[in-house]
């Protein structure tokens, strides 16, 4: 086995951490202190054709496979979780079904300009009485004519401020005993779609997280994405890439994490010596750069079977769990490294510590990650 990228992939990464070094990390930290999503850095990340990596030029895209589409959201979350967090739900469960699931007229309606980074993309799965169990979801789709009614409200809606396309999850038929599910193309200019104010979040305060209300919003049955009962089967399809764009993101943060608290250690002197000369800070160091490697070696596991068309729903699973986890303990562990000054904004540690927490809980949570593994593991 071969873990080292083809000269293509290697100037992929190497190109997505010069651009992220350069325009994305100066950015960051007023990013976080005000809650501003940076559109000039979007319109930079649509040009390098980030919002589409996995999409085939003919609709826009960068063509690159699922190693590539990971490499690149790693590198952009080093610089800035929040827009990592921007393109790996904008690819993974916007763009991606799109593409898997929608017909030729869908791909070339919304498809293209979502790739092009020209309309950003969400995927509105969660409710306030349906986060983890999807099947409690109480948003309504009725037949009318030709089309449909929608009804609900989704709310922590990643991108959801500055969206234009947005793939809504909805019940075609609540009175049954046995619900079925089905995936809506909804514009936000369309009537009947109501954006509530941007989420003041702990993390990842770059991205415009908010609620959408859908209040009688019509939609023609061409918005429909695949057919009625189809619903659940795109959604988990869909969340199989999303957990390796996360787990990507969890990687980049964590790496972001060892690199400045390598370099704090050798900067910070206590006791006539750097922190970089004492056993326990080495052996901080040592875990962090240990977590990290078996992280990244887990994503790529699943990235190439994702890119090889393989089945790879508790591989992804394995790798966002892990990911997550060692971005929460980098980030823990750097403040410590940091002592007092951690604890400060001062330095990016603290805010990489905010932003590392919620990737054990969007995408699934740990806990659910865990139970996709344990089914994989009873067969079932």
Same mark, same amino acid.
């Given at each position: 086995?071969?873990f080292q990228?083809?000269?293509?992939?290697?100037?992929?990464k190497r190109?997505? @951490?010069?651009?992220?070094?350069e325009?994305?990390?100066?950015a960051?930290?007023?990013?976080?202190?005000?809650?501003r999503f940076?559109?000039?850095?979007a319109?930079?990340?649509a040009?390098?054709?980030?919002?589409?990596l996995?999409?085939?030029p003919?609709?826009?895209? $960068?063509?690159?496979?699922?190693?590539?589409?990971?490499?690149?959201?790693?590198?952009?979350s @080093?610089?800035s979780a929040?827009?990592?967090?921007?393109?790996s739900v904008h690819?993974s469960?916007?763009?991606s079904?799109?593409?898997?699931?929608?017909?030729?007229?869908?791909? !070339?309606?919304?498809?293209i300009?979502?790739a092009?980074?020209?309309?950003?993309?969400?995927?509105c799965?969660?409710?306030?009485?349906?986060?983890?169990?999807?099947?409690?979801?109480?948003?309504v789709?009725?037949r009318?004519?030709d089309?449909?009614?929608?009804?609900?409200n989704?709310i922590?809606?990643?991108?959801?401020?500055?969206?234009?396309?947005?793939?809504? %999850?909805?019940?075609?038929?609540?009175?049954?005993e046995?619900?079925?599910y089905?995936?809506?193309?909804v514009?936000?200019?369309?009537?009947?779609?109501?954006?509530?104010?941007?989420?003041?979040?702990?993390?990842?305060?770059?991205?415009?997280?908010?609620?959408?209300t859908?209040?009688?919003?019509r939609?023609?049955q061409e918005?429909r994405l695949?057919?009625?009962? !189809?619903?659940?089967?795109?959604?988990?399809?869909?969340?199989?890439?999303?957990?390796?764009?996360i787990?990507? !993101?969890?990687?980049g943060?964590?790496q972001a994490?060892?690199?400045?608290s390598v370099?704090?250690?050798?900067? @910070?002197? !206590?006791?006539?010596?750097?922190?970089?000369? %004492? $056993?326990?800070?080495?052996?901080?160091?040592?875990?962090?750069?240990?977590?990290?490697?078996?992280a990244?070696?887990?994503?790529?596991?699943?990235?190439h079977? @994702?890119?090889?068309?393989?089945?790879?729903?508790a591989?992804?699973?394995?790798?966002k769990?892990?990911?997550?986890?060692?971005?929460?303990?980098?980030s823990?562990?750097?403040?410590q490294?940091?002592?007092?000054?951690?604890?400060?904004? $001062?330095?990016?540690?603290?805010?990489?510590?905010?932003?590392?927490?919620?990737?054990?809980?969007?995408?699934?949570?740990?806990?659910?990650?865990?139970?996709?593994?344990?089914?994989?593991?009873?067969?079932r």
């Amino acid at each position: 086995m071969i873990f080292q990228p083809d000269m293509k992939q290697a100037v992929i990464k190497r190109t997505a @951490r010069k651009f992220a070094e350069e325009r994305i990390a100066p950015a960051a930290a007023e990013m976080d202190a005000t809650g501003r999503f940076p559109a000039d850095l979007a319109a930079e990340m649509a040009g390098l054709q980030y919002f589409g990596l996995e999409i085939p030029p003919e609709y826009g895209g $960068a063509g690159l496979n699922s190693v590539s589409y990971a490499d690149v959201i790693e590198e952009v979350s @080093r610089a800035s979780a929040a827009m990592g967090l921007c393109i790996s739900v904008h690819n993974s469960v916007a763009a991606s079904p799109i593409y898997e699931f929608g017909g030729e007229f869908q791909r !070339q309606r919304f498809l293209i300009p979502v790739a092009r980074g020209e309309k950003i993309g969400t995927f509105c799965l969660t409710e306030p009485n349906a986060g983890s169990d999807a099947s409690s979801l109480e948003t309504v789709a009725a037949r009318d004519g030709d089309g449909y009614v929608l009804n609900g409200n989704k709310i922590f809606v990643t991108n959801g401020g500055v969206s234009g396309t947005n793939l809504i %999850f909805a019940c075609t038929n609540p009175s049954r005993e046995r619900k079925e599910y089905a995936v809506f193309i909804v514009e936000s200019e369309r009537d009947g779609v109501e954006k509530g104010p941007v989420e003041d979040m702990m993390g990842m305060r770059g991205n415009p997280v908010c609620p959408i209300t859908l209040s009688d919003c019509r939609i023609p049955q061409e918005n429909r994405l695949g057919e009625e009962g !189809q619903g659940m089967k795109i959604a988990l399809s869909t969340l199989g890439g999303g957990r390796i764009g996360i787990g990507a !993101q969890a990687l980049g943060i964590a790496q972001a994490c060892l690199d400045v608290s390598v370099k704090y250690s050798k900067e @910070r002197h !206590q006791f006539g010596k750097s922190l970089s000369e %004492f $056993a326990a800070i080495q052996g901080f160091l040592s875990d962090m750069a240990t977590r990290i490697e078996a992280a990244r070696l887990l994503i790529y596991r699943a990235s190439h079977l @994702r890119a090889a068309k393989l089945p790879h729903t508790a591989e992804s699973a394995m790798a966002k769990l892990y990911a997550s986890e060692v971005a929460v303990y980098a980030s823990r562990v750097g403040v410590q490294i940091h002592g007092g000054y951690g604890y400060t904004k $001062a330095y990016p540690i603290e805010r990489y510590y905010r932003d590392a927490k919620v990737c054990e809980i969007y995408e699934g949570t740990s806990e659910i990650q865990r139970m996709v593994i344990a089914r994989s593991l009873m067969g079932r």
